[in-house]
């Protein structure tokens, strides 16, 4: 079940082929992101789904036209949440009472601690926190994309401001924290993956 393999096999295609993901596997992919880590298991970030030739065609124009916007099967945004305070806490412990059947408030002092570690923050280290999480999300994506065989190329160049303008996202409290498109690879070899010798890459402290 070694996910190594896959991640040899993967990389980020800058072309894609008009071969659409099959909406189970598309689902897949979010379920990986749902169920991975999260810290206190919060899961502040939201993933938008972006099939529309329309509004990609749109968000194209703020992401340096970069092609894998167009040609993508879908185009999957990542979103961290905004408005970082106790309602975040207070959604998470109202799933938690009622998917482990635990008695509502049983848990209230450890509810308390984490609102009061968020407190404890800028508005600023909270945002940061939030994408910080989102990515961890994204790299679950990654690795289940590659486990499936579905190409996954993860961006940043866009503008975060007017994806946000053209999703509506503001509104809802969330901010486009990193954009990922999928789909598959245009007929081609697999390029050599180029990455730091692992004696640079990892140290041990025996």
Known sequence: MSTLPALQWRYSPKHFSDRKV???????LIEAARLCASSYGLQP???WVVED????????EHAYQQPQIRQSSHLLIIANETQIDDQIV???FQ?????TNTAAGSIEGYADHIKSAIASQTYQQRQSWAQQQAYIALG????????QKIDACPMTGFEPDAFNRILGLSEKHLNACVICAI?????MATPTKVR???EDFAHFFA
Not at 22 to 28: E, G, N, R, W
Request: proline content about 5%; charged content about 30%; aromatic content about 12%.
């Open 90 to 92: 207070d959604r998470y």
């Open 45 to 47: 970030y939201k993933i």
């Open 53 to 60: 030739k329309v509004i990609r065609e749109k968000l194209a």
């Open 140 to 147: 679950a994506l990654l690795s289940e994309a590659a486990m």
């Open 95 to 99: 799933h938690f009472y009622q998917q």
């Open 196 to 198: 730091l010798p692992l």
């Open 22 to 28: 099959p909406q189970d596997q598309l689902l897949d």
């Open 183 to 187: 789909g598959y690879r245009e007929e």
